[in-house]
């Protein structure tokens, strides 16, 4: 009995040792991170791995980060962001487990944001990326009604909605475009698929939207009608006109010139700018700060002792020309010396002012034809390549120099 009893013992203590050494292992393998600092430096690998395709170093790091720190949205916003880009670049072999991720990390999101448009936004993209498209509708019908004044939201939703068979999903996707439309009437886009839905429906008051288009489509007239023979406005007033009879194909007559209109603006630069506006891109949605209270933890963690400073005027040799009629003034190295210049626009002249031992000196003035209100510096030529080359520099230079106002630029 004795031994019996000590068997049974010696069994339960080698029971409790091995479980004590798995919980140890467990801890220090995955324990999750708990200063503020290393969070910080753990946010921003993730971050530059995210926005460089390297899925597997963002999903550990934010993996990471949403252990430590399960309340604050950034871990898993930016895991779900991971997981879906990842999955949307899978292969085939890869999906089925990929597929698993991105819905674990979509329960994780839920939890923490179940109040944020953003959350179905990712949940719909993560349906769609999976292939299951009447997730994908829910998750962004859910996203609509949460956040029902986004434009980009109720557009999201046609988008996707409006390819159903389903004629519910068609009405609902229908309406969020009208609602889109009402939000943002001027959006190439959305005006786009307004126009095509009214001719569809028959809808009286496409009358009401043409006239609109008049004004948002004036930009384009004269450019397509230089491209194409085709003038806009014409073919806007040769709808308005038809709807005014009887005629019992006037609808088909309407259609026709809608989808004309369509076609002309869907491949300007303007109308995908809009699109993308509504349609935004999963980084879009890339929390790039802990919530405030972290943020606070975090920023006072990493405050250094500061040191006395006192700020004196420069010499007066050093200081810059009186300058009167100002309308605008910028910073940029203009002769490639490693220094910056001293570019200004007055009233009727443009100004260069370079530094010299000890102060500045005029190195240019031209006269503007307009009254400036502002400067731009940028290498709009792309020759920078070469120039910089030429001066002996590593560095991209050779600045091009726009000074603009109401009237136009110079």
């Not at 010696?10 to 467990?26: D, E, K």
């Not at 980060?65 to 949205?73: K, N």
């Not at 997730?135 to 390819?163: N, R, W």
């Not at 200081?319 to 210049?341: C, H, S």
Request: proline residues 5%.
């Amino acid at each position: 009995m004795k031994s019996s009893w000590r068997q049974l013992f010696w069994t339960i203590g080698i029971i409790l040792a091995l479980g004590v050494v798995t919980w140890f292992l467990a801890v220090t393998s995955e324990a999750p991170r708990e200063n503020p600092g290393e969070l910080t430096e753990l946010k921003n690998e993730g971050l530059i791995a995210l926005e460089s395709g390297d899925y597997d170093a963002s999903d550990a790091a934010f993996l990471s980060i949403t252990q430590s720190l399960p309340s604050d949205p950034l871990g898993p916003r930016n895991l779900t962001i991971s997981r879906v880009l990842a999955l949307i670049a899978a292969s085939p072999q890869q999906r089925a487990a990929a597929i698993e991720r991105v819905d674990e990390a979509v329960e994780l999101l839920r939890r923490v944001e179940p109040d944020s448009p953003s959350t179905y936004v990712l949940a719909s993209r993560a349906a769609q990326a999976a292939g299951n498209e009447s997730k994908a509708y829910a998750a962004m019908a859910t996203a609509a009604d949460v956040a029902p004044d986004d434009a980009g939201v109720l557009f999201e939703l046609y988008t996707q909605a409006s390819l159903s068979a389903d004629s519910k999903w068609i009405a609902k996707a229908r309406g969020a475009l009208r609602r889109a439309y009402e939000l943002a009437p001027d959006n190439l886009s959305i005006l786009i698929e307004r126009l095509l839905v009214q001719a569809d429906e028959q809808d009286a008051a496409i009358t009401i939207t043409l006239e609109s288009a008049r004004r948002v489509l004036a930009p384009f007239v004269d450019s397509i009608r230089g491209q194409t023979q085709v003038d806009l406005h014409a073919f806007i007033s040769q709808s308005t006109q038809t709807l005014l009879t009887q005629d019992e194909n006037r609808w088909s007559e309407v259609s026709r010139n809608v989808r004309v209109i369509a076609n002309l603006l869907r491949p300007e630069i303007a109308t995908r700018l809009d699109r993308k506006r509504l349609i935004r891109n999963e980084l879009e949605y890339m929390l790039t700060e802990f919530s405030v209270d972290r943020g606070k933890e975090t920023l006072q963690a990493q405050i250094i002792p500061g040191i006395p400073v006192k700020l004196e005027p420069a010499g007066e040799s050093q200081q810059f020309p009186e300058l009167i009629n100002v309308r605008a003034v910028t910073l940029a190295d203009l002769d490639l010396d490693g220094q910056q210049d001293l570019l200004v626009a007055r009233d009727q002249s443009f100004e260069v002012y370079v530094r010299s031992d000890p102060g500045w000196i005029l190195s240019t003035r031209t006269g503007v034809p307009i009254e400036p209100i502002g400067i731009v510096t940028a290498d709009f030529d792309r020759d920078s390549g070469d120039a910089a080359r030429a001066a002996g520099q590593c560095e991209t230079a050779d600045l091009d120099v726009i000074v603009f106002g109401a009237d136009g630029i110079f």
